[in-house]
């Protein structure tokens, strides 16, 4: 079983600042399959980037994903106020989606 | 514009099937595959099923003695069934779209529609 573990579990930042967040799979994976989402309270999730690192349609550039293997990055190139929500990352492997347990990135 | 909308009992008593509805305007539910996913209170996000353009259906295998998963072309709706819940499966129950071309991702989703277990 695929298990995704996100990291860190929250991090507190100020506007404008650069962000990575971590999601490390316990097995290698395609990066084909690798997905980020945003979510804020009471909204469902949203898709920013798909197969590792492409941008979603209508997501801003300032979203960027990498990895490869068991090592996948979001990068937040300079927080603005509506990025403050939580990041799941997901996989596909073997007919099963896997989502890490999310990241909360709030304002400090 | 694609939209998806959840529905259904909002509340189930244990032990009972918890049905839900997803209705699909703006597109064509065989032209894509589906998924549902919950949240419970508080915690991420639990993909429970697929179903493909094909009609194929895959479970989570945590789920998959309890869960099934269809659709009705005509009505351009596809729906969820979970027998025998408890307060676990208590949570937001999500559908969503398979987009992204060829990748295996959720890139359109409904509002979600709270469910809970209680008698």
């Known amino acids: 079983e695929l298990v995704l573990t996100q990291s860190p579990g929250t991090l507190s930042l100020s506007p404008g600042e650069r962000v990575t967040l971590s999601c490390r799979a316990s097995q290698s994976v395609s990066g084909t399959f690798l997905a980020w989402y945003q979510q804020k309270s009471g909204q469902p999730p949203r898709l920013l980037i798909y197969?590792?690192?492409s941008r979603a349609a209508g997501i801003p550039d300032r979203f960027s994903g990498s990895g490869s293997g068991t090592d996948f990055t979001l990068t937040i190139s300079r927080l603005e106020p509506e990025d403050f929500a939580v990041y799941y990352c997901q996989q596909y492997v073997s007919s099963t989606w896997t989502f890490g347990q999310g990241t909360k990135v709030e304002i400090k | 514009q694609v939209r998806l909308q959840e529905s259904g009992p909002g509340l189930v008593k244990p032990s009972e099937t918890l049905s839900l509805t997803c209705t699909v305007s703006g597109a064509s539910i065989s032209s894509y595959s589906w998924g549902w996913i919950r949240q419970s209170p508080g915690k991420g996000l639990e993909w429970i099923a697929y179903?493909?353009?094909?009609?194929?259906?895959s479970y989570n295998p945590s789920l998959k003695s309890r869960v099934t998963m269809s659709r009705d072309t005509p009505e351009n709706q596809f729906s969820l069934k979970l027998s025998s819940v408890t307060a676990a499966d208590t949570a937001v129950y999500y559908c969503a779209r398979r987009g992204c071309g060829d990748s295996l991702c959720f890139d359109i989703w409904g509002r979600g529609t709270l469910v809970t277990v209680s008698s």
């Open positions: 179903i493909n353009h094909g009609g194929s259906t």
């Open positions: 197969d590792t690192s």
